[in-house]
């Protein structure tokens, strides 16, 4: 409904999907969509796909820990790594963009940085994963 805050389009998709237990069956309905003829965790699956598809909610960002200078940067960098090519993180107010094959591109310095020269670079601070293309959200 246009006009209606982020939090109350969730209450009201909540109040609309409200499970009713059918004993005799052992399944539940859903009143939002009277088709829907769900065992229990479904109905709970059906509600959470609502509320990601429909309200838009996303998950809190990611953050990878970094060690301090000296420290051992072995599960940072393979945790950076791992992020896919285009993946964007950010520490100390700094923005940076996988470019693939563990480099990442600082934004708005125009040079690049490999995972160890980020780890470096973070010395300790926590990196927050801002966006991830395949999921256009903090879960890679
Ligand atoms: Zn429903």
């Known amino acids: 409904m246009p ?8 209450t009201n998709l909540i109040d609309e999907h409200w499970a009713y237990r059918i004993q005799s069956v052992g ?6 969509c009277t088709s829907q003829w769900l065992d229990y965790d479904g109905h709970a699956e059906h509600l959470t796909e609502l509320i990601e598809d429909q309200a838009g909610w996303r998950p809190p960002a990611r953050v990878i820990k970094t060690p301090e200078n000296e420290g051992d940067y072995t599960d940072a960098i393979a945790t950076l790594d791992a992020l896919p090519r285009g993946a964007v993180i950010q ?12 480099w ?37």
């Open 3 to 10: 006009g209606q805050t982020p939090r109350q389009q969730l």
């Open 104 to 140: 990442w591109e600082a934004i708005g310095r125009h040079r690049a940085f490999s995972t160890e020269q980020v780890v470096d670079l973070a010395d300790g601070d926590d990196v927050t994963v801002l966006h991830t293309p395949e999921n256009g959200d903090t879960h890679a």
């Open 27 to 32: 399944k539940v309905g859903c009143y939002g």
């Open 91 to 102: 520490f100390r107010c700094h923005v940076y963009q996988s470019i693939g094959s563990g």
